[in-house]
């Protein structure tokens, strides 16, 4: 039936239907609905348009109408309602054209302006019209809030799902889900050990890199999970390394919010933020067989974090020099990540300056390199007691059993390309002669099969006759005796000057790698030491300050001053008590009882009755009551004291120095201040 609203000067334009499906599944499943919308085109005839002017626009099939940017048939319908090309815009329903407001109205718009009809199922629309506005907003209104019903509640069953660890996610390579539901570990037992192998050699290396350079040596390969959820075997990669040790899978964590969407812009596609763990929506831990436990994977987490941008490894430490900075080459900014350089001028500090010469930035930290140089060399010593060589035993015990876990590793390696071989001769055997093209396809197949299977074969060959020809090396009885004799006489060789500098450090660059400094409070350090192997060492390291207020504790420190000091203690025994709980002088590692006086007189706390009354000689002036009565600071006269231009001797008994308390004193310290005269000699005084 003909609309009213139709005329000759729409049916002289075309007529479009637009089709579009949300998702490519429901281009394939909901074909009752897309059988409908192509059966407009008779809709189209019965509206009067001919055959030839009918067009149907779909190629946005399977995408979604929440925003318009990826859709390209939408901005072509766009454009030629623009170019006046079309009489009428036809679609099963509103929710096909736009499910965004914003994307709506200015159809809505261009159709008015350009005389465009829009039809759905239910009529005919004239957009240039008070009424068919009201309708075809309504009908877009109704259309958005569709879709965030529907989504809503979508989310809510799937976050109750969620919530109890049952919704079935994509599991990663070495977890699969049985037919049940029940998530098991991947029956493959070389899947097991390599995964098995990658924590190991992570926890022992502590670095990402690390783990990619061990598997490189030994040849092997890690698995990866396929397209289709089967295993695939692929070279290691550090992004691969990094996707095992992140996933909370592997500790037996179901997990579901770790990433949130983020829209730039208003059409745009969103984009995928990692979340911190803190932040994760739900987390439900011992839903799948661990690889790991969950605090081995807090363990990991926290190294990966701290690994990122520690070190700038473009760099190397250096020729050992004779300057006094120690540790220089070995010093990084916990800060930033770059190396420190040394800068000598007003004693030697270490200092971060690239992000000053690179961006113009300001200094990233300046730290002193003496305490830092030397809680270094305090733990090189400490690296050779016993108690260390221990410790290294140890290591290399674990060492063995590393090496052990990898060479059983290449011969599972080994073990199932032979399979693989196997397989591959017995497909090619069963092909038809005569079929050449699946036949040369099997034996490329074949071939590529052998020549992985004799390179693995030849890399466990040699890693097994490296690991016959390796001596074990132990710390003996006699070695340890002498490891024991350096170190009980190497602190006292250090301070001779038989050992320079320059062979300080390549002494100290024996054991340690690297050394990252961060001043994390005013008044500590943290320092931490790489050593050579990869084990590292945490200190906190207080440094001096310049005054009471840059201490972390200062506050802590004068309360407890107050409080003791009103209770009556001595300075030297409230110091005493401050040292044991921790605190400190800025300029010492304990609190000085002068630290205690100052604090106690700055809030009026006195010991005896003189010091409540300033100090008066009659007849002299002190150098603080002359200073006060001349308008200049204590110190301009005590520099000119020192310095010789006043002449004035100690009084032997009072030990300051007295003034005579007149006008003719007064005159002469006002020409001295004015520059009529440079010297003031001898200054009169008498005896007290």
């Known amino acids: 039936m003909r609309s009213e609203l139709i005329t000759d000067r729409h049916l002289a334009r075309r007529a479009v239907i637009y089709i579009r499906q949300s998702s490519p599944h429901q281009v394939l499943t909901n074909q009752e609905s897309l059988r409908l919308q192509y059966d407009l085109r008779q809709r189209a005839l019965g ?27 939408f901005k072509d319908l766009i454009a030629r309602v623009t170019l006046g090309q079309i009489g009428i815009v036809l679609s099963s329903e ?3 054209l736009t499910r965004n407001c914003s994307d709506w109205y200015p159809l809505l718009d261009l159709c008015g302006y350009r005389d465009c009809l829009i039809a759905d199922r239910d009529g005919v629309y004239d957009p240039s019209t008070a009424n068919g506005r009201l309708l075809l907003g309504l009908k877009g209104t109704l259309s958005e809030v569709e879709l965030h019903t529907i989504r809503a509640r979508l989310t809510a069953g799937l976050l109750n799902k969620a919530a109890r660890g049952e919704l079935a996610l994509i599991l990663p390579v070495g977890l699969v889900r049985e037919t049940g539901g029940v998530v098991v570990k991947n029956p493959d037992r070389e899947v097991q050990a390599r995964l098995d192998l990658i924590f190991a050699t992570f926890l022992r290396g502590r670095s990402a890199s690390k783990v990619l350079r061990a598997f490189n040596e030994r040849g092997l390969s890690i698995p990866r999970r396929g397209r289709f959820g089967d295993t695939l075997w692929r070279p290691p990669t550090v992004a691969a390394i990094l996707q095992v040790l992140k996933n909370p899978a592997y500790a037996g964590a179901f997990v579901y919010g770790r990433t949130r969407s983020i829209r730039t812009a208003p059409s745009g596609r969103a984009s995928q933020k990692r979340l911190p763990r803190e932040q994760w929506r739900i987390v439900v831990k011992d839903q799948y067989p661990a690889y790991i436990s969950w605090a081995t994977f807090e363990k990991i987490e926290a190294m990966l974090r701290d690994n990122y941008a520690e070190y700038d490894r473009n760099k190397t430490r250096g020729v050992p020099r004779e300057g006094a900075a120690l540790l220089h080459g070995m010093v990084y900014c916990g800060a930033c990540g770059h190396k420190m350089v040394v800068q000598y001028k007003g004693g030697a500090r270490y200092m971060c300056n690239y992000l000053r010469q690179q961006h113009g930035v300001p200094v990233c930290q300046v730290i002193p390199a003496a305490p830092v140089d030397a809680e270094a060399v305090a733990a090189f010593f400490k690296a050779l007691t016993p108690a260390e060589l221990d410790a290294y035993t140890q290591a290399v015990s674990l060492r063995r059993e590393a090496d052990a876990a990898a060479l059983k590793a290449q011969a599972q390696q080994v073990e199932r390309l032979r399979y693989r071989a196997a397989l591959a001769e017995r ?9 050449r093209l699946v036949a040369a396809e099997l034996e490329r197949r074949w071939e590529e099969t052998l020549r992985d299977l004799r390179q693995a074969e030849a890399a466990l060959a040699d890693a097994a006759q490296d690991e016959g020809r390796v001596i074990p090396f132990g710390v003996g009885p006699d070695l340890q005796a002498a490891f024991a004799e350096v170190g009980r006489y190497l602190p006292d060789l250090w301070s001779q000057p038989a050992l320079t500098t320059a062979r300080k450090k390549a002494l100290l660059r024996c054991l340690i790698d690297k050394v990252v400094i961060h001043r994390a409070v005013r008044d500590t350090i943290a320092l931490r030491i790489v050593w050579r192997g990869g084990a590292t060492s945490e200190i906190a390291l207080p440094i001096t300050v310049g005054s009471l207020a840059e201490l972390s504790r200062s506050g802590e420190m004068e309360a407890a001053i107050i409080e003791r000091a009103r209770a009556g203690e001595s300075d030297a025994a409230i110091a005493a008590a401050l040292t044991v709980a921790g605190h400190r002088s800025p300029l010492r590692q304990t609190v000085l009882p ?4 100052a604090i106690r007189l700055r809030h009026g706390i006195l010991r005896e009755r003189r010091q409540s009354h300033p100090r008066r000689i009659p007849g002299f002036l002190t150098v603080s009551q002359l200073a006060a009565q001349l308008g200049v600071t204590p110190h301009w006269i005590y520099d000119r004291i020192y310095n010789g231009t006043i002449v004035i001797e100690l009084d032997a008994k009072t030990g300051l120095y007295l003034f005579p308390d007149g006008l003719t004193t007064l005159r002469a310290f006002q020409k001295l201040k004015a520059g009529k005269v440079d010297r003031l000699s001898p200054v009169p005084r008498l005896a007290c």
């Open 47 to 73: 509206l009067g348009w001919r055959e030839d002017d009918v067009e149907i626009i779909d190629v946005d099939l399977g995408l979604s109408g929440a925003a318009a940017v990826h859709r390209e048939g």
């Open 94 to 96: 509103v929710t096909r």
């Open 427 to 435: 497909q090619f055997d069963q092909v038809d002669p005569d079929n």
């Open 594 to 597: 002068s630290t205690v006086q």
